[in-house]
Structure formats: structure tokens, C-alpha cells
């Protein structure tokens, strides 16, 4: 490899050895050319430049025997033509200059270029140098400085010095990077260096140019020579744990020069002082004139801040001239970082002020900490939130750091202490001034005692040590503090917002709260609130608590609970049908994101007995949690309605009853499903029109009831009658829902006519027939919906009973295709079916391992989502395949757990049948 270095001298090494032979000095000038301009040149041109003063045919024959030199020892770095010559690229090589221009490094430049070496009669050569070398110089001063502000911003104040050095040796000159020496001696505590550093400027000028220094370079001596540093920053007590990427964050911005304000906003308690005195610390040496706090919680009026202000600065005011007008001129030229804290309560009274010390003193940067932003023009805003839940900087580092400080080492580290350390700091919200508080108790308090007192009570925390700020003794105290800065339009506003249990949209803040979006955002910009994705807002948890417990006494909670529900109940009523058309999967998502709310409203409802609320909530509240797949919360959530109905109201009583067997049915309560559809059917008429939605439902529920026990005759019954009823109501999307239902019920007459075996198989034949009838029916409804989910399941039950038919492959290629669509939406349902689906294709191509693989994906899916049919299906499915494998204790153990499931779905047939199967493992076991 060809080694050449130009920068500081002339150095050529091949393959690692010093290149020697040259014939002429021009000859190695030919090279560093070639090399340099990395062109063809042409021999006339080359020829010109090192012999213009020769004959055309004399200069040829020089550079030809230059040429011929550069040849034999460099041959292929060489390309040689009759008219041209060129450096090869395509050999490897290394070029210091090449490499500086490229990376900017300026520890590749050495010097100038080609230092040192000349060539004698060739002035054409020696101006194409002296360009070059000035345009390498200026690109080494550019990296130069580049390098020493980094350095310097890093805190590597040394290495910035050194770098500034350097500039200056290069050129003693530049008088502005003569200024960021001496500034940087002085911040580097060098006050005398810098001083005759300046003296050393002053020279050199006289010297060359007979000229004094510019002004700006004798105020700043003048400045360093009666500097004061000041440093009144608290001294640090505990360490700072987490907030890594905030502080990153606010350096950022304390390094760039345009940036001279930063507010950091945040709730009370939440870390704000601290982050600013942890950056002010490291600030504070990079700064001639030091770092001053100034702590403004008393201060109420703009004399109060300005007097404050007057004492961090440790400046004696004058009898001539005001205050303000004094605090300008002292910091006008200084270099100053300012931090002041809490300024939330002055409002705009010092919002003048700041402005006139960003556009009169160029070098003093701000930082304050708020609950609420500046709004000024030139603020920059970082908003500070709760600690982490999880990592290394978390809020659970935060509670174990400082139980330990203030309790010692002895508290236990369990998984029940870490569950409930967890719990605490999820209710929090990761505020370290309740993380702290709440730590100090564990004295008195184990880990879980803890959790279930905040759990009880989030604003009671209150400090157990003497000590502190009074406004920061207690949660209540933080949020007291904060209540008494908000306007009464304000306060009445956020306890209206308190009603929300999962945040809101502007719309709802609208309807319930009356907040305008320019309320929200104020509300933003003082951190109440925090803007979430998609439009929406939420309030801190303990925030939240604290409002509520404020909401009785604005004398608006009644209409504020009435508008809540009022709010929701629309919003679910307006989503109802659509939830039955291609828009399904958004309004899934929509629903979702308010589902909590959702619940809220109910419960409300429920205590109130507010039978009007519930029976608006009630059909699509329960549509949701069927097509999510939620059955045991449905089925929970309808439960505790019961109370709230009045049986009198044979509507909404009947309407109830009707979801409730739907939901008890989807879970496998055989008992409760029926009980529930005897009283419904007891109560309602098909004659009239009001009713029979509810009929059809209740139908629907006891014919799953009764394919969950086996009595698939009475089953297809029962959904033959809620057929014929939904064809009267005209909604298809309930026409296909049922004609599934009887597709599926065929398909697991088919699946037991399977298990029975060879005397089956005339009615195997016809089951399947049905089934495919009845899902290609509703296939053909639902395509004209464009409903993607039941699309997807009729899909599965057609793959289903494809599968049965013997056509596997297929069937594989259907389960693969809804797998897709479940696993994209979340649909644990869909997923469960589909794994069975796989599993039982893997099962037939003998891949056991495979199928066991998707079989238990199918098992945990199905106890999650409470599905006790599709959990005993696959406990057989289990049973058979590991059966196949050899497996047979674990082939028994499966079938028992299966018969377990199918003895409490009431299905006297499979019990029996898998008794046998019991049965006959017990033998081929005890045989060995």
C-alpha cells in the first residue's frame, strides 16, 4: 500500500518502507500532484509547469525522464498515456490530505502543506503551492476552531485551550479566537494567563500591523480583570437518580447560542429544581461570571423579584437610578448562567424584565423552573414528566434509593415487595416528590401496607422528617400550592375534567367540562394536562384524585356527572350500528381508547339506578366487548346491573337478561345462560316489535348453550328460530352472526360424528353439507357489509370444515390467511381458532412437535378469553397428538383435563367418549 503524507512535510512509504531513488525533486513534485488533484494532467500542461522555461522538445524530455523515474518506482499507481498522466485511484493508497478534507479532522493536519520542500526554477509550481497551501491552512483553522468549541462545550477545558493555542500559532491575527482564549483561561480559573494572553495580543498586533486591539478584545480584559465568579448553588444532598436523556436535553440547549431562555415546566414535585441545579452545577464553570439561584416561591410582585434577584447577585444597589434599571446595567456584560425557580407565581409581572435581560445582556442564559410556560417569545420549553416506571433510572430505583436512606438496608426485596413498589409508582405517576415520601414511610409501613394506603388515599402523603420546604411536606401542599394560581374559569374546569377516568377528547372536555381547546392547551401549558396521541388529553392520577375531591364543593358535580353520562351514552349510541360495517376495526379502536370511561359511565349509571343511561349504554357497550372477545368482563359488568333494573320495565329488563346469556354463553355457564333465557323469553313477546331483537339474542345464547352440551338438535333449533326472527328485523349483519352460529353448530356435530367413527359417516356427510351451506350464506352477507372480522371467521369456520372434508392443504392456506388478520387487529378469539386450525394441519402431516407447538398458543388463548369448549377441543387435540408421540401419562393427563371442562359444560357425550379414552391409556400404562 502507498502511504503519503503532505501536511507538515513530504513522506512517502510503500508498503510500509521509505520510498528513496527519486532522480529530481521535480519528480517527487510530479507525484505529489498526480496525487493531490487525484486528475489526468496532460504532458504538455506538466511539461509547462516545471520547465517553462525550456524548449518545448527540452521540457517533454525532462518530464518524459520524470515520468520514466515515477514509473519504475510507483508503476501501477501510474496511468501512463502518450498525451496524459493520472494518479491510479484503484490501487490502495492512503493521503493525508485526502483524508483531512474528507473527515475534517484537524489532527491530520501537521502543517502546512508540503512545509519545508521547494523546487527550483518552477514558479508555475510554487503559485499552484502557495494556493493550495492557503486553501488547506483556512480548511485547518475552520476544523480547528470546530474542534476547541467542542471541546470546550464538553467541559475538556484543557484540550480546548490547547486547540485555541494552536489556532494562534497558525495565525496570531485572528483577533476573535485570541478572545476565546482568554475567555477560556478565565472560566478555566487562568484569571492571570488570560490576562496576559491579552497582553500577548496586543504585541503581536502592534508588532505587525501598528494597531491596538479592537474594543470588544479591551472590554473583555477589562471584564476578566474584575471578575467575580458567584456560586451560591445549594450544595447536593442526594444524588440525582434518573433523568439522563432530560439533562442531555437542557445541555443541548444551554450549548447553543441562540437558545437564552429555557423553561422547564412541570407539576409541582416532580424534579424540576433539582434538574436545573444539577445542569446549573456543570454550567456553572463554563461560565466567567459563575451561576446564581434565585429562589422566587415568596416573591409575589415584580419588586419582590427584582429584590430577590438583587440578593443571589450579591449586588449593593445604588441610590442613583432603579433597581431595574441597575440589575440591566450589572448584567449587561456578563457571562451568567441565572436560575430561577418557581417564577409561576409572579404570571407576566417579570415577563418584561427577562425580555429586556435577553436582548441587553448577550452572554447571561436563563433557566426557570415553572408549573406553567412564559409564553415569551424567546422561551424555549422542556416539559418534565414522572420518572420511568422501568430501567435503571427508574421510579423504582428512586423508591429503593431512598427507603434505604432514610430506613437502612433491611427492607426485604421479594417479589411481593417488588409487586407493590411497582404499584406504587404506577399510581404516582413516577413523581419523585410522592416516590421520596411514600419511601420514607416504609419505617413504619411493609411495601404492600404502603401500596393499599396510597391505593386508599393518593394525596396523603406527607413527609416524616423535619425538613424542607412546607409546600413540598405533603402531596396536598404541592397541589394547595398550585390551586391557589389558577383562576376560578380554571379551577372550575379541571374539576369537571376530574369525571374522566381515561382521559378525554376535546369533544368530550367540550360537552362535559365546557373547556374550549384554547382552555385545554392553557390548561397544557401548565402542565395539568398532558396531550396524548390522537387527539387527546389526560390528567395525573393523583391530580385527578385531588380535583375529585374538590368537584363537590363547586356546587356542578350533579351536572357534570349528568353530562358525563349524557356524553357517552351518545358517543356509544353514534358508533352502534357502524360497528357493523367496514368501519368496525376504527370504532374498535375509538371505543378502546375511551373504554375505561365507558365503565366509569356504567357504574355510575348502576349506583344511580339510572335505568334510561344503562339501556342507552347497553347495546353497543356489549357488542364491543363481544367482538373483543372480553366475555368475562361483559358477563361481570351486566352482573352487577341487576340491582339497578327494575323487572317491572320488561324492555330494558328483557333487553338485559338477553346480553347476559349472550355473555354467560360465550364462558361456558351452561346453567346461567339457560336460567337467563327461560326468564327472558318468559318476559317478552315476538308479538311485539320491541322485543324481539332481544328474542333473537337470547336464541342465539341458548343455542350455543346447548352446542356447548352436546344437544346439537335442540341447538340448531334454537338458532333456526333466531334466524327466522332476525330475517324480520332486517339487520344482516345479525343474519350472518347467526347463520355462523349454525354453521358451527353442523361442524361440531361433524367433529363428534368424526370421534364416533365408520357409523357415522352417512351423517358426517350431511352435517358438513350444512355447515358448508350455512357459512357460505353468511359469507355472501357479509362480503356486501365489508365487516373484515366476521370476514375473517367465516373464513376460519369454512377452513374448518374444509379440513373435515379431507382437503387439508387448503384448509391451511384459509387458517394462515385469517391468522394474518387476527394478529394484525389483536383478536385473541380469531388467534386461538387459528393456532387449533394449524395445529391440526401439522398434526396430519405428522409434524407432532409443530402441532403441539400451535395447540398450546390455542390453550393459553382460550383460558384467557374464558372459551371453555375451545379449551376442552384442544386439551383432546393435545391428548391425541402427544398420544401419537408416546407420550402416554401426558396424553391421560390432557384427556382428564379436558373431561373436566366438558363435565361443566353439561356434555354428558364427550365425558363418556373420553372416559374410554381414559380408559384405554390406563391399560396400554399399567401393561408398560
Request: glycine share 6%; hydrophobic share 45%.
Given at each position: ?249 437542557l445541555q443541548r440547549r444551554l450549548d447553543d447560542p441562540t437558545c437564552r431562555l429555557i423553561t422547564l415546566v412541570g407539576l409541582g414535585g416532580i424534579g424540576k429544581t433539582r434538574l436545573a441545579l444539577q445542569a446549573a452545577r456543570h454550567q456553572a464553570r463554563r461560565m466567567l461570571h459563575g451561576a446564581a439561584m434565585v429562589n422566587l416561591a415568596p416573591a409575589r410582585t415584580l ?411 335442540e341447538a340448531v333449533a334454537h338458532l333456526q328460530e333466531c334466524l327466522a326472527l332476525r330475517q324480520t328485523l332486517g339487520d344482516e349483519w345479525d343474519l350472518a352472526q347467526c347463520l355462523m352460529r349454525i354453521g358451527s353448530t353442523y361442524g361440531q356435530q361433524a367433529q363428534y360424528d368424526i370421534q364416533v367413527g365408520e357409523s357415522h359417516r352417512e351423517a358426517l356427510t350431511f ?162
Amino acid at each position: 500500500m502507498l502511504h503519503i503524507e503532505l501536511l507538515g512535510g513530504l513522506h512517502i512509504r510503500l508498503n510500509g518502507a521509505p520510498v528513496t531513488g527519486f532522480n529530481s525533486a521535480k519528480a517527487q513534485a510530479l507525484l505529489c500532484i498526480l496525487a493531490l488533484t487525484r486528475q489526468s494532467h496532460l504532458r504538455s500542461s506538466l511539461a509547462a509547469m516545471f520547465w517553462g522555461d525550456m524548449l518545448d522538445e527540452d521540457a517533454a524530455a525532462n518530464l518524459r525522464q520524470a515520468i520514466a523515474n515515477l514509473k519504475k518506482l510507483f508503476g501501477p499507481y501510474l496511468d501512463i498515456t502518450r498525451q496524459s498522466v493520472a494518479f491510479n485511484l484503484n490501487q490502495p493508497y492512503w493521503l493525508d490530505v485526502e483524508a483531512f478534507e474528507t473527515t475534517q479532522d484537524a489532527a491530520l493536519y501537521r502543517g502546512d502543506l508540503l512545509a519545508g520542500f521547494s523546487v527550483s526554477d518552477a514558479p508555475d509550481f510554487d503559485q499552484w503551492l502557495a494556493v493550495e497551501r492557503e486553501r488547506l491552512h483556512a480548511l485547518a483553522r475552520t476544523a480547528l476552531r470546530r474542534q476547541a468549541y467542542a471541546y470546550l462545550s464538553e467541559g475538556q477545558d484543557e484540550a480546548g485551550i490547547a486547540t485555541l493555542n494552536r489556532l494562534i500559532e497558525m495565525d496570531p491575527l485572528q483577533e476573535d479566537v485570541q478572545r476565546d482564549l482568554m475567555r477560556a483561561l478565565a472560566i478555566d480559573g487562568q484569571r492571570r494567563a488570560a490576562l496576559e494572553q491579552y497582553q500577548a495580543c496586543a504585541t503581536v498586533l502592534w508588532e505587525t500591523l501598528r494597531v491596538e486591539p479592537e474594543a470588544e478584545t479591551t472590554r473583555l480584559n477589562e471584564r476578566i480583570r474584575s471578575a467575580r465568579r458567584l456560586s451560591n448553588l445549594p450544595a447536593e444532598t442526594t444524588p440525582l437518580i434518573g433523568r439522563e436523556e432530560e439533562l442531555a436535553a437542557l445541555q443541548r440547549r444551554l450549548d447553543d447560542p441562540t437558545c437564552r431562555l429555557i423553561t422547564l415546566v412541570g407539576l409541582g414535585g416532580i424534579g424540576k429544581t433539582r434538574l436545573a441545579l444539577q445542569a446549573a452545577r456543570h454550567q456553572a464553570r463554563r461560565m466567567l461570571h459563575g451561576a446564581a439561584m434565585v429562589n422566587l416561591a415568596p416573591a409575589r410582585t415584580l419588586s419582590s423579584f427584582l429584590s430577590a434577584l438583587v440578593d443571589a447577585l450579591q449586588f449593593p444597589l445604588l441610590q442613583l437610578g432603579t433597581p431595574h434599571e441597575q440589575l440591566l446595567d450589572y448584567l449587561r456584560e456578563k457571562h451568567l448562567l441565572l436560575v430561577l425557580d418557581n417564577l409561576e407565581q409572579l404570571g407576566s409581572a417579570a415577563n418584561d424584565f427577562l425580555n429586556e435581560v435577553i436582548h441587553t445582556a448577550a452572554e447571561v442564559k436563563i433557566i426557570v423552573t415553572s408549573r406553567q410556560r412564559l409564553n415569551l417569545h424567546s422561551e424555549w420549553a422542556l416539559a418534565i414528566y414522572g420518572l420511568p416506571l422501568d430501567g435503571a433510572a427508574s421510579s423504582q430505583t428512586l423508591f429503593w434509593e431512598t427507603a434505604r436512606r432514610v430506613g437502612g438496608s433491611a427492607l426485604p426485596a421479594d417479589s411481593e415487595s417488588a409487586a407493590a413498589v411497582r404499584r406504587i409508582c404506577q399510581m404516582v405517576g413516577g413523581m419523585p416528590l410522592a416516590i421520596e415520601l411514600a419511601a420514607a414511610w416504609t419505617r413504619v409501613l411493609t411495601c404492600e401496607e404502603l401500596a393499599e394506603e396510597i391505593a386508599s388515599n393518593l394525596t396523603a402523603l406527607e413527609a416524616t422528617t423535619d425538613g424542607g420546604e412546607e409546600r413540598h411536606r405533603s402531596l396536598r401542599a404541592v397541589f394547595d400550592y398550585s390551586w391557589r394560581l389558577f383562576t376560578e374559569q380554571e379551577q372550575r374546569a379541571l374539576m369537571a375534567l376530574s369525571v374522566f377516568a381515561a382521559g378525554f377528547t376535546r369533544e368530550a372536555a367540550q360537552a362535559v367540562a365546557g373547556a374550549s381547546l384554547s382552555s385545554l392547551l392553557g390548561l397544557a401549558d401548565k402542565m395539568l394536562l398532558r396531550r396524548e396521541g390522537e387527539g387527546r388529553f389526560s390528567l395525573h392520577e393523583m391530580i385527578r384524585q385531588y380535583l375529585l375531591e374538590k368537584l363537590p364543593e363547586s356546587g356542578q358535580m350533579d351536572q357534570v356527572r349528568t353530562a358525563y353520562l349524557e356524553y357517552f351514552a351518545h358517543f356509544l349510541q353514534a358508533r352502534a350500528a357502524r360497528l357493523k360495517t367496514a368501519e368496525q376495526q376504527t370504532l374498535l379502536k375509538e371505543i378502546t381508547r375511551d373504554v375505561n370511561n365507558l365503565h366509569q359511565a356504567w357504574d355510575t349509571a348502576v349506583q344511580s339506578r339510572d335505568q334510561r343511561t344503562l339501556a342507552a349504554l347497553m347495546p353497543a357497550l356489549f357488542l364491543f366487548h363481544d367482538l373483543k372477545a372480553d366475555w368475562r368482563l361483559a358477563e361481570a359488568l351486566l352482573r352487577s346491573a341487576e340491582s339497578a333494573l327494575d323487572p317491572q320495565n320488561a324492555d330494558l329488563y328483557g333487553e338485559w337478561l338477553a346480553h347476559l346469556a349472550l355473555a354467560s354463553s360465550r364462558i361456558g355457564q351452561t346453567d346461567q345462560t339457560e336460567l337467563c333465557v327461560a326468564r327472558c323469553l318468559d318476559l317478552l313477546s315476538k308479538d311485539i316489535p320491541a322485543h324481539r331483537a332481544s328474542i333473537a339474542r337470547a336464541l342465539l345464547a341458548m343455542g350455543y348453550s346447548k352446542g356447548l352440551r352436546g344437544a346439537y338438535a335442540e341447538a340448531v333449533a334454537h338458532l333456526q328460530e333466531c334466524l327466522a326472527l332476525r330475517q324480520t328485523l332486517g339487520d344482516e349483519w345479525d343474519l350472518a352472526q347467526c347463520l355462523m352460529r349454525i354453521g358451527s353448530t353442523y361442524g361440531q356435530q361433524a367433529q363428534y360424528d368424526i370421534q364416533v367413527g365408520e357409523s357415522h359417516r352417512e351423517a358426517l356427510t350431511f352435517h358438513l353439507e350444512q355447515a358448508r351451506a350455512a357459512a357460505e350464506q353468511a359469507v355472501a352477507i357479509i362480503r356486501r357489509l365489508g365487516d373484515h372480522f366476521l370476514t375473517a371467521r367465516c373464513q376460519t369456520l369454512l377452513a374448518t370444515i374444509t379440513q373435515m372434508e379431507g382437503r387439508t392443504e387448503e384448509s391451511e392456506t384459509l387458517h394462515r390467511s385469517s391468522l394474518g388478520f387476527y394478529e394484525a387487529v389483536g383478536s385473541l378469539d380469531g388467534l386461538s381458532l387459528a393456532y387449533t386450525g394449524l395445529g391440526n394441519a401439522a398434526h396430519l402431516r405428522k409434524e407432532y412437535a409443530l402441532a403441539t407447538d400451535y395447540y398450546l398458543k390455542s390453550l393459553d388463548l382460550s383460558r384467557q378469553i374464558g372459551a371453555r369448549l375451545w379449551e376442552a377441543n384442544t386439551l383432546t387435540n393435545l391428548a391425541i397428538n402427544v398420544h401419537f408421540q408416546g407420550e402416554l401419562r401426558q396424553a391421560r393427563s390432557y384427556f382428564q383435563e379436558s373431561q373436566a371442562v366438558f363435565r361443566a359444560l353439561g356434555n354428558a357425550q364427550y365425558v363418556t367418549m373420553i372416559q374410554q379414552e381414559i380408559d384405554a391409556l390406563t391399560e396400554q400404562i399399567k401393561a408398560g
